[in-house]
Nanobody
Framework: QVQLVESGGGLVQAGVSLRLSCAAS????????MGWFRQAPGKEREFVAA????????YYADSVKGRFTISRDNAKDTLYLQMNSLKPEDTAVYYC???????????????????WGQGTQVTVSS
């Protein structure tokens, strides 16, 4: 079992930056590929960014490429999402997720992930 706890969300104005954190516990964090997803009201949960545990290959959704940066600190068992130039359309609940079984492009989909956090709300006002 892996427990994931997100933090760092809040209410911000458009154009500012925010950094989300996802603290992991329970298993060897360094052996898990990690992802960030988000879900806006009335919409499906969607992929934001992912990082594999083997090659540290990183994937981004087109909507956040160039603005968001995913990173991990294995010494701290923590995943990060640095979000710059936030837009109102970035408003959503952000979730981190973990999988030990996948390391490739499948990470941009929801199904490979075995563990999910409870989410943290990000609200961007215009």
């Amino acid at each position: 079992q892996v427990q994931l706890v997100e933090s760092g969300g809040g209410l911000v104005q458009a154009g500012v930056s925010l950094r989300l954190s996802c603290a992991a516990s329970g298993r060897t964090f360094s052996r898990y590929s990690m992802g960030w997803f988000r879900q806006a009201p009335g919409k499906e949960r969607e992929f934001v960014a992912a990082i594999s545990w083997i090659s540290y290959t990183i994937y981004y959704a087109d909507s956040v490429k160039g603005r968001f940066t995913i990173s991990r600190d294995n010494a701290k068992d923590t995943l990060y999402l640095q979000m710059n130039s936030l837009k109102p359309e970035d408003t959503a609940v952000y979730y981190c997720a973990a999988t030990q079984r996948y390391t490739g492009v499948q990470l941009i989909t929801l199904t490979p992930y075995e563990y999910w956090g409870q989410g943290t709300q990000v609200t961007v006002s215009s």
